[in-house]
């Protein structure tokens, strides 16, 4: 069974910092492109960040410099480190996986409040 799971969301003060995890199982995960999504209320989802296969990395302009993406093949995990959060930055966010399918885990969310 195809599974991506997060986790690493929660309460944070803006200025904080929280990094997300996503595990996948039943896939051939080093394959993948892997990226994660956020959801704020009443927006769109929107691509934060992603990584190919080779390592390659692409940003959304709102969080470059300041967010992270990172993979490692061999525990299955794609990461997502948030520095210097804002409160815009609360939305749900998801873990995505692309290779001839389109894969999501069930959110995690990240609220950003003083």
């Known amino acids: 069974q195809v599974q991506l799971v997060e986790s690493g969301g929660g309460l944070v003060q803006p200025g904080g910092s929280l990094r997300l995890s996503c595990a996948a199982s039943?896939?051939?995960?080093?394959?993948?492109?892997m990226g994660w999504y956020r959801q704020g209320p009443g927006k769109q989802r929107e691509l934060v960040a992603a990584i190919t296969s080779d390592g390659k990395t692409n940003y959304a302009d709102s969080v470059k410099g300041r967010f992270t993406i990172a993979r490692d093949n061999a525990k299955n995990t794609v990461y997502l480190q948030m520095n210097s959060l804002k409160p815009e930055d609360t939305a749900g966010y998801y873990c995505n996986g692309r290779f001839r399918l389109c894969l999501w885990g069930q959110g995690t969310q990240v609220t950003v409040s003083s």
């Open positions: 039943g896939m051939t995960f080093s394959i993948y492109t």
